[in-house]
């Protein structure tokens, strides 16, 4: 080596990227810039707000751990390449910007006419809507729930003739971006030859678990000709149907009051029916 390294470019994720992923399907842990030629190390500075003054030395590699990352938060970073012969010229200051909310894995069906036609819970009452699109994101329809108490699920399906669709539903009750975790699936059973029917399986009660977030989580629900779906994430050919996400804020139930005496008088008031107590 007789020369100095050239300056850093290519980042990863790449300059100016809003709605990084934080947390969830797809999370970000890292970031990344072109290898160097003839350079043996870097020094890495990064930090949440503006770029830091305090540096990690000596990365060996092209690719630096940034560990857990915060929810809308703008990070900046930039990097030293350096080898025997001295320090390249510092890169430019890189920026990325991470979402709001978890992240999820995709899901989609086909556009054929056959999906869902309408989904209560709560307070969603999102009726009538079109069949012939792979996904729809309803995340800005929510309600709020609370913990331990059920609710009725109601889906309604139409499957686009004498055909037979098969209902899922995933909500990630503990907020992690994941669907696969125990008890965050249900099935809703099948629908037959219907235009604007309900599942079999619906009304669906649902309890809202005591552990979960206190806080929005997402709910899937899938519908697919001729099977179940393979898993919350299925995609793509051999999906003949549609998904729909939505928002579910969940609050924490209100402890009971407990009484901190008993009455000591009761008066009675003659041809009333009311007795009272102080």
Not at 155 to 181: L, R
Request: glycine share 12%.
């Amino acid at each position: 080596i007789n020369s100095l390294p050239t300056t850093v470019a290519t980042p990863t994720p790449t300059n100016g990227a809003t709605g990084v992923c934080y947390a969830g399907a797809g999370a970000v842990t890292s970031i990344s810039w072109g290898a160097v030629a003839g350079a043996t190390s870097y020094d890495v500075y990064f930090g949440a707000g503006s770029v830091p003054a305090t540096v990690t030395a000596n990365v060996a590699t092209n690719t630096y751990n940034t560990g857990a990352l915060a929810a809308n938060t703008t990070y900046y970073w930039r990097i030293v390449a350096k080898n025997a012969c001295g320090d390249a010229p510092t890169s430019a200051t890189f920026i990325f910007t991470t979402s709001g909310a978890t992240c999820y894995c995709a899901s989609s069906g086909s556009t054929f006419p056959n999906g869902i036609s309408g989904v209560n819970f709560n307070t969603i009452n999102n009726l009538n809507t079109a069949v012939n699109v792979a996904y729809s994101d309803y995340t800005y329809l929510s309600t709020s729930i609370v913990k331990t108490v059920s609710y009725d699920l109601r889906v309604f399906v139409n499957t686009g003739g004498n055909y037979t669709n098969y209902q899922s539903v995933y909500i990630d009750w503990n907020g992690n971006g994941s669907f696969a975790d125990a008890g965050e699936f249900y099935s809703l059973g099948t629908a037959t030859n219907v235009t604007n029917g309900l599942t079999s399986l619906s009304p669906l009660s649902i309890t809202v678990p005591a552990g979960a977030i206190t806080g929005s989580v997402r709910m899937r629900i899938q519908s697919r000709y001729g099977a179940a779906t393979t898993g919350p994430c299925q995609t793509g050919l051999g999906f003949d149907g549609e998904v729909e996400d939505y928002m579910l804020n969940i609050v924490a139930a209100t402890p009971c009051t407990t009484p901190t005496a008993q009455p000591t008088a009761l008066n009675l008031t003659a041809g009333g029916s009311i007795i009272s107590g102080s």
